[in-house]
């Protein structure tokens, strides 16, 4: 037996457990103080009722001999299917129920989707980002060239037409520095992707918290993407599906590389592999696109919207530099006082009893820059705001 050696290359561990295990060490360290976690970007808002109904409907539905379910459908069911479809449409973006695969979140579908692609491929990733990507193709062996993201482009890189990569990667709003890419920047991809042959794996797991209509939520909105792109959505950060897991990715028919379609390689590889999403969690889910759940999901981001701008107002009164907060959930600021990041991770947890996410974590231009959530309870994030003026 030969082991992976391409995970010899990784980092000791996953930039979040890392974080958890620091934090941990610290509390045990420090029993009476109340830490307050902006760290991992995890939901605080319960699931609203209209989603817990849709749940123990289905769960009771189980329970009965009528209408018990056994293995559902890989790719997922119809009914979820076409809620997915109903949300893009009624953004003015056609994407068929065909079109669309229910998973148990993005990360797995990120993680999973580069089944369909050589390790012989270069990846384009844009630095700093969410770890996953990296880490991935570092596990496959794939080599990468890095998008320097830094305050210089505002954090939205483009891609260089003399760089030849095979997949490019994008995040918009962007994990973690909350910097989204406007259509024409987008479309810059897109056209460096068909020239190149390449594909590109575009990340929308934020775009429900873009609240200006001039910005892309999904990169269909542009000419050409449905040749070369496929996009990947959650229920996490807006429905609170962090824990009930639950997403969806778009590959839609004109996919078509060396003759060979996406959609029907991936659907080849989910049937294979994968099981489909639970019934009731899928129930949970589309009760979550219902007009009421709609309006619930509303409700969720004008709350986490008031964070990041509590937040936001507190780093402008400390008059630190910062990006995010406005269209995204994550706010992006330079470290106080000329520190590295983790030295300022550690730092704001011994002086303030704050955790975040050190930029470092999401690539060496995340060097100097920390990561805020809005995620957290209103009464936490006041707090924390207000912790952090006094420092
Ligand atoms: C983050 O904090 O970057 C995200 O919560 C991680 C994730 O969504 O997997």
Not at 17 to 38: G, L, N, T, W, Y
Not at 40 to 51: A, E, F, K, N
Not at 114 to 130: E, Q
Not at 363 to 376: D, H, Q
Request: glycine share 10%; proline share 6%.
């Amino acid at each position: 037996m030969k082991l992976n050696e391409h995970y010899f290359e990784l980092t000791e561990s996953y930039l979040f457990s890392d974080i958890a295990r620091r934090v941990e060490a610290f509390a045990a360290r420090h029993p009476e103080q109340k830490i307050i976690r902006m760290g991992i970007g995890d939901v605080t808002r319960p699931l609203p009722p209209v989603v817990t109904a849709a749940l123990e409907e289905a769960a009771r539905e189980m329970g009965k001999r009528e209408s018990f379910r056994g293995y559902g459908p890989e790719q997922g069911y119809p009914f979820l299917r076409q809620a997915v479809a109903d949300y893009y449409a009624d953004r003015g973006t056609v994407v068929s129920p065909e079109e669309i695969f229910i998973g148990d979140g993005a990360k797995s579908d990120l993680g999973n989707i580069l089944d369909l692609f050589s390790p012989d491929c270069t990846v384009l990733i844009p630095d700093p980002v969410y770890p996953v990507y990296v880490d991935t193709n570092i596990m496959a062996g794939r080599s990468i060239i890095y998008l320097e993201a830094t305050g210089q482009n505002g954090f939205l890189p483009l891609p260089d037409s003399r760089v030849k990569a095979d997949i490019l990667y994008i995040c918009s709003p962007n994990n973690p520095t909350g910097a989204v890419y406007d259509r024409r920047a987008l479309q810059t991809f897109i056209d460096y992707a068909r020239e190149n042959g390449a594909v590109i794996l575009y990340d929308a797991a934020y775009e429900a918290f873009i609240a200006d209509p001039e910005l892309p939520r999904s990169i269909y909105e542009l000419e050409g993407a449905r040749e070369c792109a496929i996009e990947f959505c959650s229920f996490s950060k807006t429905a609170g599906f962090t824990g009930l897991r639950c997403g969806y990715t778009v590959l839609p028919g004109e996919l078509i590389f060396d003759g060979h379609s996406l959609q029907k390689m991936w659907l080849r590889r989910q049937t294979t592999k994968f099981n489909g999403v639970s019934y009731p969690v899928q129930r949970a889910a589309a009760a979550a696109l219902s007009p009421e759940g709609r309006g619930a999901l509303e409700e969720n981001l004008s709350y986490y919207r008031e964070n990041a701008r509590i937040l936001a107002d507190m780093l402008k009164n400390r008059g630190v530099f910062y990006t995010g907060g406005r269209h995204s959930p994550y706010l992006w600021m330079r470290c106080e006082r000329g520190m590295g990041s983790w030295q300022y991770f550690d730092w704001l947890l011994e002086n303030a009893g704050i955790v975040g996410t050190p930029g470092a974590g999401f690539g060496k231009n995340g060097e100097n820059y920390f990561r805020l959530t809005a995620f957290g309870s209103r009464e936490d994030t006041i707090e924390a705001a207000g912790r952090m003026l006094l420092l």
